[in-house]
Every structure is written in structure tokens, then in C-alpha cells.
């Protein structure tokens, strides 16, 4: 998948700014804790756009919508 469609690369640390969706508690609690995690792979969201997988402080893995997360 091309970087090219994100302004992201493997490896940089991005905070999560917002969330788009209902996403579970745990999540939610974790993000209060701390927005800020590490960018792993990236994720065909519906054909046409590129998310983000991102790894909290807590190990936990989630993806993102790109305009979702900032740079850290």
C-alpha cells in the first residue's frame, strides 16, 4: 500500500484527535489515559480510503480513519 495516501509512515507517533464511530469502553477509557500511539501498518477502510493501525501505550491495536490523528 502506497504511503502516498497518508501522510503517516510505519513507525511515527500520531494522537489519536478524534473518533468518527461508537467505539467500545475500553477504548474510550484507554485514549482518556493517553492519545498517543505508534502507527503499525494501514487499512483499506472501504475501497477508497486509507486507515491507520495504531498501537496505544497499552499494546492495545485499533485502526483509524486518517484525518482522526494528527502528528504526535
Same mark, same amino acid.
Given at each position: 500500500?502506497?504511503?502516498?495516501? /497518508?501522510?503517516? %509512515?510505519?513507525?511515527? @507517533?500520531?494522537?489519536?484527535? %478524534? *473518533? %468518527?464511530?461508537?467505539?467500545?469502553? @475500553? #477504548? !474510550?477509557?484507554? #485514549? $482518556? $489515559?493517553?492519545? *498517543?500511539? @505508534? !502507527?503499525? +501498518?494501514? $487499512?483499506? /477502510?472501504?475501497? @477508497?480510503?486509507?486507515? *491507520? ?6 499494546? /492495545? *491495536?485499533?485502526?483509524?480513519? +486518517? ?6
Amino acid at each position: 500500500m502506497s504511503q502516498a495516501a /497518508t501522510s503517516f %509512515r510505519i513507525g511515527s @507517533k500520531v494522537r489519536i484527535s %478524534r *473518533v %468518527r464511530d461508537r467505539i467500545p469502553g @475500553k #477504548l !474510550v477509557e484507554q #485514549l $482518556k $489515559k493517553s492519545d *498517543v500511539g @505508534k !502507527v503499525l +501498518n494501514y $487499512k483499506m /477502510t472501504d475501497g @477508497k480510503g486509507i486507515g *491507520v493501525i495504531v498501537e496505544l501505550s497499552d499494546g /492495545t *491495536v485499533s485502526w483509524f480513519f +486518517n484525518d482522526e490523528i494528527s502528528p504526535a
